[in-house]
């Protein structure tokens, strides 16, 4: 008996000191790391600036931007600007077409399809692609990181149209909870934070009212894991030798583990891509009318919509519903970027996204490219 109360005694005690000892290090983000982001100030007024009609707007002063986990691993790094309109474009755009026999499309979308964090982002990579073909294709990049359907509506109403753009068509690509966010606003200029590092601030309207939209910076808050750094900062952070000071809510690790896997063994699920459409999804008023509102000034201005589901990482966790309802309520042509990553093994999959980040990685971001030029071919 004695024995095996020792027994009992001694395996409690080492799962507590193995439980300590995980938990903490989950605290600091060096076991289950979690992505952190820092861009280096080099715009005195803001490299990211609040803007009423598209959310943010981006400073000409280019300035690096990075994803590095939490143990230190660096996921990406990139350049951050805005063009002559404050979008990220690697080219500057104007109203007025340039050339008569160039394609011009609009794109709106999220980080995805700002994707600063790499080389080149997918609207870029089309351009590039049709440019070494021969053919004449603009894409004007209007997404910006975190938007969805409001910034979508207020940029296209209130600059696309209020300044009468000539264009041939709009691509909408939505990702995950895209059309269930309002209006997202950033800012990241120079303020009071008590001597701590500054993190960029991020704020959401309340609804889905296009004139309710802030006009000013109102409710917002320090994003968790999104910093503003001096250069030299950012160098020691690349290099290893320096990162923000990172904390997180406490949980018994281990334990938490345990559960997650007993959960996992009694319901198993496949995390390949899920290809056919789902048609399950049912939007609110505030998501119909102000749908129905950009499908009246897409009629108005005579442009045809192109909606493109952009994959999602888990992809047991699939909202192909909401893109395909979504081009159903415009008018508009469907197709699933999902498809650029048919036929690809789990681990080829798998290699296309950011390890601890869920974006996807320089290659994922071209694959699709690639697969949207073919959609083109045939549109508008």
């Not at 590039?128 to 938007?147: H, I, P, T, Y």
Request: charged content about 25%.
């Amino acid at each position: 008996m004695r024995a095996a109360i020792l027994a009992l005694v001694s395996v409690g005690l080492t799962y507590a000191l193995a439980e300590g000892v995980a938990t903490t290090l989950y605290v600091r983000g060096l076991i289950d790391p979690v992505p952190i982001w820092m861009h280096e100030r080099t715009d005195p007024a803001g490299n990211l600036r609040f803007d009423p009609v598209r959310g943010a707007r981006l400073s000409q002063t280019p300035a690096r931007i990075v994803c590095v986990a939490s143990d230190g691993t660096i996921e990406t790094q990139g350049s951050y600007f805005g063009n002559n309109e404050g979008f990220p474009d690697s080219d500057d755009f104007h109203p007025k077409r340039a050339d008569a026999d160039t394609l011009r499309l609009a794109v709106f979308g999220d980080s995805f399809s700002q994707a600063q964090f790499l080389d080149t982002n997918w609207p870029d990579r089309v351009e590039e692609l049709e440019r070494s073909a021969g053919r004449k294709l603009e894409l004007l990049n209007f997404s910006l990181d975190g938007a969805g359907l409001v910034n979508w509506a207020s940029v296209l109403t209130r600059f696309v149209q209020a300044n009468e753009y000539e264009l041939d068509g709009v691509i909408f690509a939505v990702w995950g909870d895209d059309l269930d966010r309002h209006f997202t606003w950033w800012d990241d200029r120079p303020r009071e934070h008590k001597g701590e590092l500054q993190r960029v601030l991020l704020g959401r309207s309340r609804d889905f009212d296009l004139d309710q939209t802030p006009k000013g910076i109102v409710a917002g808050s320090p994003y968790l894991r999104w910093y503003v750094v001096t250069p030299e900062q950012f160098d020691r952070a690349i290099a290893g030798e320096w990162l923000p000071e990172f904390h997180r809510a406490a949980r018994p690790f281990l334990w938490e583990r345990a559960k997650q896997l007993v959960a996992e063994l009694r319901n198993p699920r496949d995390g390949r891509p899920i290809t056919q459409p789902q048609r399950f999804r049912v939007f609110n008023q505030g998501q119909r009318e102000l749908m129905d509102r950009t499908r009246h000034a897409l009629n108005a201005s005579k442009l045809p919509a192109l909606v493109v589901r952009v994959p999602n990482r888990v992809e047991h966790i699939s909202w192909n519903g909401d893109a395909i309802r979504f081009a159903e309520r415009l008018g508009a042509r469907f197709v699933d970027g999902g498809e650029a990553f048919d036929g690809l093994s789990d681990d080829a999959f798998d290699a296309l996204w950011l390890p601890v980040d869920g974006h996807w990685n320089q290659r994922g971001s071209d694959l699709f490219a690639e697969y949207l030029r073919r959609a083109l071919a045939d549109w508008p």
